[in-house]
T-cell receptor
Framework: DAKTTQPNSMESNEEEPVHLPCNHS???????IHWYRQLPSQGPEYVIH???SNVNNRMASLAIAEDRKSSTLILHRATLRDAAVYYC??????????????FGKGTSLLVTP | SAVISQKPSRDICQRGTSLTIQCQVD?????MFWYRQQPGQSLTLIAT?????????ESGFVIDKFPISRPNLTFSTLTVSNMSPEDSSIYLC???????????FGSGTRLTVV
């Protein structure tokens, strides 16, 4: 079962910041928080990941709560191309198989002009 | 990051038949994964296919229904056997290189069973 909780959907205006929340209250001390997104008719793509400190890359920022039980993906200026389903993920370890991404329901982000 | 070619991109199949989906990667990868995405739903992991070992199936998925081959570090196949309309889904291949951020996905195979 997915170990994260996200809102089903969110809406943003174009060129405004978007804050996508995620709860992961059962996170362990070694779990990284991963964010992937799935654009329409495409496979998921990597967005960002972090452990304890806030993280920035060219796509987004990740703000992680001090207790690590929640995090927020920040898109600084949403564009129409950012309309996608965003997944917050904690990896699962499979004995004999390694770590796999376990997808929850994700947040469907609608960006309006 | 790895580039994945997944074939076919879509197919319409008769119930009772089988379809084999191919996943070709442009570099050697340790971990390969197969996912199913039912209409309007999130991705569900079917199995992990590591080269040199039997595939590891998730609860609810069995080898007789979804046999997987992993002959080398750049290729894998997933077969959907004895198909029924309930198997209509998008099937996606994914690879991991061991780096924590490096999971790449193919564009998927959209399967319709009639």
């Amino acid at each position: 079962d997915a170990k994260t909780t996200q809102p089903n959907s969110m809406e943003s205006n174009e060129e405004e910041p978007v804050h996508l929340p995620c709860n992961h209250s059962t996170i362990s001390g070694t779990d990284y928080i991963h964010w992937y997104r799935q654009l329409p008719s495409q496979g998921p793509e990597y967005v960002i990941h972090g452990l304890t400190s806030n993280v920035n890359n060219r796509m987004a920022s990740l703000a992680i709560a001090e207790d690590r039980k929640s995090s927020t993906l920040i898109l600084h200026r949403a564009t129409l191309r950012d309309a996608a389903v965003y997944y917050c993920i904690l990896r699962d370890y499979r004995t004999g198989a390694g770590y796999a991404l376990n997808f929850g329901k994700g947040t469907s982000l609608l960006v309006t002009p | 990051s790895a580039v994945i070619s997944q074939k076919p991109s879509r197919d319409i199949c008769q119930r009772g038949t089988s379809l084999t989906i191919q996943c070709q990667v442009d570099s050697q990868v340790t971990m390969m994964f197969w996912y199913r995405q039912q209409p309007g739903q999130s991705l569900t992991l079917i199995a992990t296919a590591n080269q040199g070992s039997e595939a590891t199936y998730e609860s609810g998925f069995v080898i007789d229904k979804f046999p997987i081959s992993r002959p080398n570090l750049t290729f894998s196949t997933l077969t959907v056997s004895n198909m029924s309309p309930e198997d209509s889904s998008i099937y996606l291949c994914s690879v991991g290189t061991g780096s924590i951020s490096a999971y790449t996905f193919g564009s998927g195979t959209r399967l319709t069973v009639v």
